[in-house]
């Protein structure tokens, strides 16, 4: 069960830590905000049921439940687990995009865009190395 966002503590570590903890491929995604290639992830395929996991911190984000295939070559998600997220507008590209990270360490999820399904019209488009999949 996802930790009710008033629980949630967060949690703060050095680059060099993270270096530690983290694959390289992991890291350029959570910390510098890296976007890995279309396609890539195993997770994209992903049926089972369970949760989505930060990758750097365990934190719960998804469940199975909120999973959809969205066409886009990653793992998409139509809502999150409450007060799992955080958003900042992003200006990296010529429009301005929302991008969501873990609420709990900081690291860098995907973007969220207002092309999903029903019921919230929200595709939450996550890097899949961003995250770790727990069967139920």
């Given amino acids: 069960m996802a930790d009710k966002?008033?629980?949630?503590?967060?949690?703060?570590?050095?680059?060099?830590?993270?270096?530690?903890?983290?694959?390289?491929?992991?890291?350029?995604?959570?910390r510098e905000e890296d976007t890995e290639r279309a396609g890539s992830s195993e997770l994209n395929h992903e049926k089972r049921a369970g949760q989505y996991v930060c990758a750097g911190c365990d934190l719960p984000l998804f469940t199975s439940a909120m999973k959809f295939d969205s066409g886009t070559g990653w793992p998409s998600f139509f809502t999150t687990l409450p007060g799992a997220v955080e958003t900042k507008k992003d200006f990296k590209i010529f429009l301005?995009?929302?991008?969501?990270?873990?609420?709990?360490?900081?690291?860098?999820?995907?973007?969220?865009?207002?092309?999903?399904?029903?019921?919230?019209?929200?595709?939450?488009?996550?890097n899949g190395l961003a995250l770790k999949f727990i069967p139920a």
């Fill in 96 to 126: 301005p995009r929302t991008e969501y990270h873990c609420a709990r360490c900081g690291g860098h999820q995907g973007h969220v865009f207002d092309d999903g399904p029903k019921p919230t019209g929200l595709r939450y488009c996550n």
């Fill in 5 to 30: 966002p008033s629980e949630i503590v967060k949690i703060v570590k050095t680059k060099a830590e993270w270096k530690a903890l983290l694959s390289p491929e992991r890291y350029a995604i959570l």
